[in-house]
Nanobody, 127 residues
């Protein structure tokens, strides 16, 4: 079974940085692309970034492009989301998800393609 656990969330000031981690069960990164999503209460869950299992190519939501970087360490079964220049609008619960695709179709990933979700980690950007 595919399992994922997020960590690294917390409170950060505007302009600050935070790195989220998504640790997966063994071999997950060999067969699943990994997406990062975020959700604000009362709003829809939206894709933020995705990294393809085939070649590690990244994709980003326009609003985070140039500020966020997704990467993977296959030896550690972990995907990271480095978030720089954080803004209050980035405040949300962030989730990682295992996507049953070799390549990410951008960040607009249908939930039917997701095998498993992490539990979520809160990111709050505030003074």
């Amino acid at each position: 079974q595919v399992q994922l656990v997020e960590s690294g969330g917390g409170l950060v000031q505007p302009g600050g940085s935070l790195r989220l981690s998504c640790t997966t069960s063994a071999d997950t990164l060999n067969y699943h692309s990994i997406g990062w999503f975020r959700q604000v209460p009362g709003k829809e869950r939206v894709g933020v970034s995705c990294i393809s299992s085939s070649d590690g190519s990244p994709s980003y939501r326009d609003s985070v492009k140039g500020r966020f970087t997704i990467s993977r360490d296959k030896a550690k079964n972990t995907v990271y989301l480095q978030m720089n220049s954080l803004r209050p609008e980035d405040t949300a619960v962030y989730y990682c998800a295992a996507v049953y695709l070799d390549s990410c179709p951008g960040t607009d990933i249908a939930t039917s393609l997701i095998d498993s979700w992490g539990q979520g980690t809160q990111v709050t950007v505030s003074s």
